[in-house]
């Protein structure tokens, strides 16, 4: 077999590049493994062009040719006889038909390395692309991990508590509260010692406004705290709560029977609706 073919150290795989998403070769490089000189590669193309559909093989432009310049020789774009040219470029479809006009014995044999060499890199593509593909996936995965993570600590707007579920409703209303960065509006028509207890545990600013009240708990509460005003207004029939001018939640029990019936507390996102009811506050 010929030496050139023997040799170690010729990888056709470095000699074949991706140009409009094709795998390519050089015509110079092609003219080097078939021991022939670059324009009788060319010249053979030009004599058979009708065998040489765009598919198979392509004149690269001058965009391209910079673009390839970078990653290779000079010298290997422009071997035509000392002179500068245009290079052209095959596809695995072209060196095939390449091979059958050349017909030596040095095309078929070089040729056949180089179908190799091009199902070998597809090969090479292929399994890359399945590792990239699984990365994505793990990638995808790891951030629907996250993402279901940070939702695990989001507060949920909504709420529904069932008959006997006294400690986690007063637990959520806590909370609530605690939102709070300066005051708190509070309304329900049936206060009670409860949510002054409540109140007593915060430093924020709290408005209680309600129609009916036990006069008693409230002064023994202004003796000792000064952080809850008391206003009488009958004119409100459910349960709401406003943080800091912001934020609203309606409350389907009066804050006094939390957890003693089903019950549900929700946040309203409407800034509309918090508006108009600020405003009938004034």
């Given at each position: 077999m010929n030496d050139l073919i023997e040799k170690k150290d010729i990888e056709i795989k470095n000699m074949i590049y991706e140009i409009r998403g094709k795998q390519v070769m050089l015509d110079s490089d092609l003219a080097k493994l078939y021991h022939v000189e670059t324009k009788r590669i060319n010249e053979a193309v030009k004599n058979n062009m009708e065998k040489f559909p765009e598919r198979f093989s392509f004149i690269l432009t001058n965009e391209e040719t910079i673009n390839l310049r970078s990653k290779i020789s000079t010298s290997r774009l422009n071997n035509h006889g000392g002179n500068r040219y245009a290079s052209?470029?095959?596809?695995?479809?072209?060196?095939?038909?390449?091979?059958?006009?050349?017909?030596?014995?040095?095309?078929?044999?070089?040729?056949i390395r180089i179908m190799d060499?091009?199902?070998?890199?597809?090969?090479?593509?292929?399994?890359?692309?399945?590792?990239?593909?699984?990365?994505?996936?793990?990638?995808?995965?790891?951030?629907?991990?996250?993402?279901?993570?940070?939702?695990?600590?989001?507060?949920?707007?909504?709420?529904?508590?069932?008959?006997?579920?006294?400690?986690?409703?007063?637990?959520?209303?806590?909370?609530?509260?605690?939102?709070?960065?300066?005051?708190?509006?509070?309304?329900?028509?049936?206060?009670?010692?409860?949510?002054?207890?409540?109140?007593?545990?915060?430093?924020?600013?709290?408005?209680?406004?309600?129609?009916?009240?036990?006069?008693?708990?409230?002064?023994?509460?202004?003796?000792?705290?000064?952080?809850?005003?008391?206003?009488?207004?009958?004119?409100?029939?459910?349960?709401?709560?406003?943080?800091?001018?912001k934020s609203l939640y309606h409350s389907g029990a009066s804050f006094k029977d939390l957890g003693k019936k089903c019950f549900a507390i929700t946040k309203i996102e409407s800034k509309e609706l918090l508006d108009s009811l600020l405003d009938k506050l004034k």
């Amino acid at each position: 077999m010929n030496d050139l073919i023997e040799k170690k150290d010729i990888e056709i795989k470095n000699m074949i590049y991706e140009i409009r998403g094709k795998q390519v070769m050089l015509d110079s490089d092609l003219a080097k493994l078939y021991h022939v000189e670059t324009k009788r590669i060319n010249e053979a193309v030009k004599n058979n062009m009708e065998k040489f559909p765009e598919r198979f093989s392509f004149i690269l432009t001058n965009e391209e040719t910079i673009n390839l310049r970078s990653k290779i020789s000079t010298s290997r774009l422009n071997n035509h006889g000392g002179n500068r040219y245009a290079s052209r470029v095959f596809t695995e479809q072209g060196v095939a038909m390449l091979a059958t006009i050349l017909k030596s014995k040095v095309a078929t044999q070089v040729s056949i390395r180089i179908m190799d060499a091009f199902v070998a890199m597809r090969k090479y593509i292929s399994n890359d692309l399945m590792d990239y593909g699984k990365m994505l996936i793990n990638h995808e995965n790891r951030l629907s991990l996250i993402e279901n993570t940070f939702d695990s600590f989001k507060d949920k707007n909504n709420h529904i508590f069932f008959e006997g579920q006294i400690y986690d409703a007063y637990s959520l209303m806590i909370k609530i509260f605690d939102k709070a960065l300066s005051s708190i509006i509070i309304i329900d028509n049936y206060i009670d010692k409860n949510i002054l207890d409540i109140l007593s545990k915060t430093n924020r600013k709290a408005t209680l406004i309600t129609n009916k009240y036990n006069n008693i708990d409230y002064e023994k509460y202004k003796e000792q705290y000064d952080n809850v005003t008391l206003v009488v207004n009958n004119s409100f029939h459910d349960r709401f709560i406003i943080l800091d001018k912001k934020s609203l939640y309606h409350s389907g029990a009066s804050f006094k029977d939390l957890g003693k019936k089903c019950f549900a507390i929700t946040k309203i996102e409407s800034k509309e609706l918090l508006d108009s009811l600020l405003d009938k506050l004034k």
